[in-house]
C-alpha cells in the first residue's frame, strides 16, 4: 500500500474516533441543558406579529414555571424590518 492511501485511511479513523468522542460530549451537553423549548415563528417573521406569536414580556417566566430550563431563540437578521439601518 502506497503511502498516500495509508495516510487517507489513518486520517480516515481517525476523524471517525473524534467524530463519536464528541458526539458523546453533546449528549453530555443535553444533559446539563435540560428541558427545553423552542421559541419559533416569533423573531423570524418579517414583522415580529406578522405570524400570530408575538413576544410578551412574561414568556419567559411563564416558560420556566412549566419546568423548563433552557430556550432556543431562532432569529432572523436578514428581515427587512431588522436589518434596515436608521
Not at 502506497?2 to 443535553?30: H, M, P
Request: net charge positive; no cysteine.
Amino acid at each position: 500500500m502506497n503511502l498516500k492511501k495509508w495516510l487517507l485511511i489513518f486520517l480516515l479513523g481517525l476523524t471517525g474516533r473524534v467524530v463519536a468522542q464528541n458526539k458523546e460530549g453533546i449528549f453530555e451537553l443535553n444533559k446539563k441543558l435540560g428541558r427545553g423549548i423552542n421559541m419559533g415563528n416569533m423573531f423570524e417573521a418579517p414583522s415580529e406579529s406578522e405570524w400570530g406569536n408575538p413576544y410578551r414580556a412574561d414568556y419567559f417566566q411563564r416558560i420556566a414555571s412549566l419546568g423548563f430550563q433552557h430556550v432556543r431563540i431562532p432569529i432572523r437578521w436578514d428581515t427587512p424590518a431588522r436589518a434596515q439601518m436608521t
